[in-house]
């Protein structure tokens, strides 16, 4: 039987289905323990990601002096979670750290589904504390200019996002034409829908949206529609 039409927002609550804690579930991945990855050591810092036990892990192998990361415990509630340590305190800081971690785990070939040098994209993306609050991102030269008082939390390598779960932006335009049917008869829509190059470092060779990508850091929405239109 046919399905009756739905609303775009019925379409998006049906695909925005995820749920860290899913006691409906289950399968392996519906039980794995998500960490929040935090901006500071304090556990009412913004939460910025969930992180798999296996991320966890290999952050507690990172050594440097000072510390990058701080590993916080609550023996009381058994909340855990992982954040910047105390030094890493203003945008470029965090950037720096998460520029030098995420170009050792490419080269040492950790996560090659995600970050190997084929999946790297070169590309950075903004993080911010409220992944739904406000787009500020003043751009590289002025990442600090007002510290913490902006939405905006530091950049990091697009392709690293996946690994860190973090949410990230993209934009998609859909191209249609009507073409006028017989007499008497309604019009017929035609969607304009691209085949992705066979180069691309994720789903080469798949169907696409008319125009789409991920939003930059230094990019606004209707400047990232023309740079992917282009």
């Avoid at 034409?177 to 798949?206: C, D, F, L, N, S």
Wanted: contains cysteine; proline residues 8%; charged residues 25%.
């Amino acid at each position: 039987p046919i399905s009756p039409p739905q609303s775009f927002l019925q379409i998006v609550q049906s695909c925005d289905n995820f749920r860290v804690a899913d006691t409906g579930r289950t399968d392996a991945a519906a039980q794995e323990k998500l960490v929040p990855w935090l901006l500071t050591p304090s556990p009412t810092s913004p939460a910025v990601g969930l992180l798999r036990p296996e991320v966890v892990a290999q952050l507690r192998k990172e050594i440097a002096s000072p510390p990058n990361w701080f590993f916080g415990h609550d023996p009381a509630s058994g909340k855990e979670w992982v954040s910047f340590a105390d030094g890493i305190s203003t945008p470029s800081a965090r950037s720096r750290v998460m520029k030098d971690l995420c170009e050792r785990w490419r080269d040492s070939g950790l996560w090659p589904d995600e970050i190997s040098p084929r999946k790297w994209r070169n590309e950075l993306y903004p993080i911010y504390r409220n992944p739904f609050g406000r787009r500020d991102y003043l751009g590289h030269a002025d990442e600090d200019a007002q510290g913490d008082a902006l939405n905006y939390a530091f950049r990091m390598e697009r392709a690293a996002c996946g690994v860190f779960g973090i949410v990230t932006y993209g934009v998609h335009m859909t191209v249609y034409e009507e073409v006028q049917g017989a007499e008497g008869e309604r019009p017929e829509y035609r969607i304009w829908v691209p085949r992705r190059a066979a180069t691309k470092q994720t789903w080469p060779g798949y169907l696409d949206n008319t125009v789409a990508g991920g939003i930059e850091a230094g990019l606004g929405v209707f400047d990232c529609v023309v740079k992917e239109a282009m």
